[in-house]
């Protein structure tokens, strides 16, 4: 009996049926007395072979698996190629980063011909101590004068060397003590310099610390650093327009509704691209930031103004609870949408691993993830007011007002917008989860009402 196989690199082999003859001189025949059979011999796997026994079974086996090993190992180069070729491309954009990143910050160093403001370097310092005198809680407080010299980088004088006097006291609280080899912002115009230094020149430490965040973000994060960079650049540019509308007289409620929408967008698109889970975090930011500032209206209309007057000035502003409206929409923003971006990731990867997954077990599911980060999310925006009231507390204990006093008195409205922050937060939860879940099953929903 005769059975004919075609075999091919990209098939599983089978045999189908066996010779039927028990005679031993026939199944040690030569294997290669047919023209199929010494094409196997050679490697040839696609063609059309008579199996007559059992040795011809064997060799097509044997060559077979000869042919995938070589396969497999042929694959294996060419993915460990592909990875290498990888490996360099990437490597090559991290050195033309680093390299860009270096070009800036000796840029920061050399680029005083830029400035209109007047710079100077000191190159000598010298300093004695005037006099000293008790200050609250009996801290000894002692007051210094220096004579600097510094050369003019900038503008006419360009070259020059000029005398400065500069006073200081040990806390520095208002005023600084000045080093050898500080570059320094004059008081002056480029044609008259003047002898007196506005600040310290900070550019070189903020190209510095700014360069080395996005080179970070890059190297570690890769395409995501970069999206995350674009949407920084963005929101400042929408920060910057933003101010830009409000000194030409526009409605600072206004500009804050706008901006904050142009935020949410932005960055949600920039961070996680144009599609469900992006519109589920967008519209679930907006619904939230209604309702916490309904709940804070709510709270004005019932209960009355919060204090104002210990926060200075604000005499200048028609109404001064317009800029903590502002404010409470904006410090919660970034907390809210973390929350809502969390929320609606896990769901999309939950009905995209089970796209059978009842709406029931997904808010679930969303719900418990909530629970996860809320409490760590409140934290850590007490934790981020508190440290920006630490320098306040300081000053004022230190003048001898007490903690309770403080607390009372001073930062009723900073105690206030934590509150209806973390509220946000934790209304964000019950948002997010329906939203998102709606949205995410809203596919499957049309199929079953189709089927």
């Not at 050399?110 to 200050?135: C, D, Q, W």
């Not at 917008?417 to 329906?434: D, H, Q, T, Y």
Request: net charge neutral.
């Amino acid at each position: 009996m005769e059975k004919y196989h075609t075999v091919a690199p990209d098939t599983d082999f089978c045999i189908s049926g066996k010779p039927q003859t028990d005679d031993r001189d026939y199944m040690l025949r030569d294997v290669t007395r047919t023209q199929g059979m010494q094409e196997v011999k050679k490697g040839n796997l696609d063609v059309l072979v008579q199996v007559q026994s059992f040795d011809e079974i064997d060799t097509i086996t044997d060559n077979f698996k000869v042919t995938m090993f070589f396969i497999k190992k042929e694959k294996k180069e060419s993915y460990e190629i592909t990875f290498i070729s990888d490996e360099i491309s990437i490597g090559k954009y991290l050195y033309l980063l680093a390299g860009i990143y270096i070009i800036c910050v000796i840029f920061t160093c050399f680029n005083a011909r830029f400035y209109h403001t007047p710079l100077a370097k000191i190159s000598s310092v010298t300093e004695k101590e005037t006099m000293s005198r008790k200050g609250t809680r009996d801290v000894e407080e002692y007051y210094y004068t220096q004579k600097i010299t510094a050369r003019i980088l900038n503008g006419t004088h360009k070259g020059e060397e000029i005398a400065i006097s500069n006073e200081y006291t040990s806390s520095q609280v208002q005023n600084q003590k000045y080093h050898k080899g500080d570059t320094v912002l004059l008081s002056g115009s480029r044609e008259n310099p003047g002898k007196s230094i506005r600040s310290i020149k900070r550019d070189g430490y903020l190209a510095l610390l700014a360069g080395g965040l996005f080179f970070l973000l890059i190297c570690i994060t890769g395409k995501q650093g970069f999206y995350t960079i674009i949407s920084l650049i963005l929101n400042t540019i929408i920060f910057a327009f933003g101010f830009q509308a409000f000194m030409k007289g526009e409605n600072i409620l206004n500009i804050c509704n706008v901006i904050a929408f142009l935020f949410s967008i932005t960055t949600l698109i920039c961070l996680n691209g144009i599609h469900r889970k992006t519109w589920a975090s967008v519209i679930s930011t907006i619904c939230v930031l209604f309702l916490i500032m309904a709940l804070f209206e709510f709270s004005i209309q019932f209960f009355g103004d919060l204090d104002y007057s210990n926060l200075e000035y604000l005499g200048s502003m028609s109404n001064s609870a317009d800029i903590f409206w502002t404010d409470i929409m904006l410090t919660g923003l970034g907390a809210i949408m973390d929350v809502a971006v969390t929320i609606s990731a896990a769901t999309g990867e939950i009905v995209r691993k089970n796209p059978d997954v009842s709406l029931r077990k997904l808010i679930h599911s969303g719900r418990e993830i909530g629970y996860d980060i809320m409490g760590t999310m409140i934290n850590v925006l007490l934790f981020v007011l508190a440290s920006g009231m630490i320098p306040m507390f300081i000053l004022k204990m230190n003048n001898e007002i007490r903690f309770i006093t403080i607390i009372r008195y001073h930062i009723p409205y900073d105690i206030c917008r934590f509150l209806i922050e973390s509220i946000g937060i934790v209304l964000a939860i019950p948002v997010s989860v329906f939203i998102s879940s709606i949205i995410m099953k809203l596919p499957s929903l049309k199929r079953s009402d189709k089927k």
